[in-house]
């Protein structure tokens, strides 16, 4: 029996219009289709591809064992991620083995702050797997707000918001172009160290880029609404030009 493979499927930032054609068809000749999510919830990556499944494919949803209740800092993080990663790998393979291909969805790009990452170095020399690129979500984002985000020389730094505030602020001092990721309940610590490095009014917060509640805002407008996970704050660069 010939093994099957493995396809890391980048959605790209959420518009399923964004998505390769590889991408595309892949996710319509499918016939096992695995995703992340969080328990309870349906999937962003999952809701993004409805419709484009076909019917008689097999689902295989991924549920996070931790998200946010326990710090990072924790060792019983890792362990519960690294056990994770390596049943839901296992499953993978085994399919492969049975000859069939998986479609493993992932939004935005996969090798890009994706959990498919964490699948494709437990599983690249065990199995057949492929890396299907795709779109970044911060790329969906500074398109959202209308500006290119660097111009001529700029230093694009691309930050996340789980670094300590210290280093946050340090790192945009020295950049021209930002985006940070990873917001969430970081949000009040990467707007101190905003103001710290002078950029606090000049930063834009995008909201789901490029998905039906797409939201586009001036950070220092946003007051102290509740931010979702899927945000990115953009600082643009203002460089050289003709």
């Given amino acids: 029996m010939t093994a099957g493979k493995i396809y890391g499927v980048g959605l790209g930032p959420g518009d399923p219009d964004l998505m390769s054609v ?29 419709g484009m499944i076909p019917e008689n494919a097999v689902e295989f949803p ?3 064992p931790v998200t946010t209740e326990i710090p990072l800092s924790d060792p019983l993080y890792n362990e519960m991620l690294s056990a994770f990663y390596e049943g839901c790998a296992a499953h993978l393979k085994s399919l492969t083995e049975q000859g069939e291909d998986v479609v493993v969805l992932c939004e935005g790009d996969p090798f890009f702050y994706g959990s498919f ?14 890396v299907v690129p795709a779109i970044t979500g911060m790329s ?5 707000t209308g500006d290119p985000i660097t111009w001529g020389d700029d230093v694009l730094t691309v930050l996340v918001g789980t670094l300590p505030e210290d280093d946050l602020a340090q790192r945009m001092a020295h950049t021209d172009a930002l985006v940070v990721m990873k917001i969430g309940r970081n949000i009040d610590k990467v707007k101190r160290a905003l103001r710290t490095a002078g950029m606090y ?10 998905m039906p509640n797409q939201k586009v805002m001036k950070l220092s407008e946003a007051e102290d609404k509740v931010t979702p996970y899927f945000s990115i704050i953009i600082v643009h660069g203002q460089g050289r030009r003709p």
């Fill in 140 to 144: 969906g984002a500074w398109t959202a």
């Fill in 62 to 64: 991924m549920e996070y």
């Fill in 22 to 50: 590889r991408a595309d068809r892949l996710l319509r000749n499918a016939r096992h289709v695995a995703f992340f999510r969080k328990p309870g919830r349906s999937g962003q990556a999952r809701k993004i591809v409805n």
């Fill in 117 to 130: 990452m964490h699948l494709y170095n437990r599983l690249r020399t065990k199995a057949d797997v492929e």
């Fill in 201 to 210: 009014y000049r930063a834009w917060i995008v909201e789901f880029a490029q």
